[in-house]
Nanobody, 120 residues
Framework: VQLQASGGGLVQAGGSLRLSCAASGRTYSSLSVGWFRQAPGKEREFVASINWSGSSTYYAGSMKGRFTISRDNAKNTVYLQMNSLKPEDTAVYYC??????????????WGQGTLVTVSS
């Protein structure tokens, strides 16, 4: 499975962005997918995950209510809708597949990351 994250960019505080994680490989629709982020000088942190069917989602506490993860298995794509963005959301965002949990080590496949910059 190869993952391609996209949709990052520069946005003002309070704005929105939608990230996409497109995948190749027929098994993608059977895998849970997660989003992580890594800010400069900080460790990678869990953002959200979604199970294979999209029926179950899981969010880190600080993102709950502002971010929404969803998927379209017909398009082999998982999305992360980010609203009410804050400067502290600035980070490189990565998608990963193979787990539903918040531990980065539990994921088997990683995308290359997309940069989100939120200006104040």
């Amino acid at each position: 499975v190869q993952l391609q994250a996209s949709g990052g960019g520069l946005v003002q505080a309070g704005g929105s962005l939608r990230l996409s994680c497109a995948a190749s490989g027929r098994t993608y629709s059977s895998l849970s997918v997660g989003w992580f982020r890594q800010a400069p000088g900080k460790e990678r942190e869990f953002v959200a995950s979604i199970n294979w069917s999209g029926s179950s989602t899981y969010y880190a506490g600080s993102m709950k209510g502002r971010f929404t993860i969803s998927r379209d298995n017909a398009k082999n794509t998982v999305y992360l809708q980010m609203n009410s963005l804050k400067p502290e959301d600035t980070a490189v965002y990565y998608c990963a597949a193979g787990s539903y949990y918040s531990s980065a080590g539990s994921y088997d496949y990683w995308g290359q990351g997309t940069l989100v910059t939120v200006s104040s």
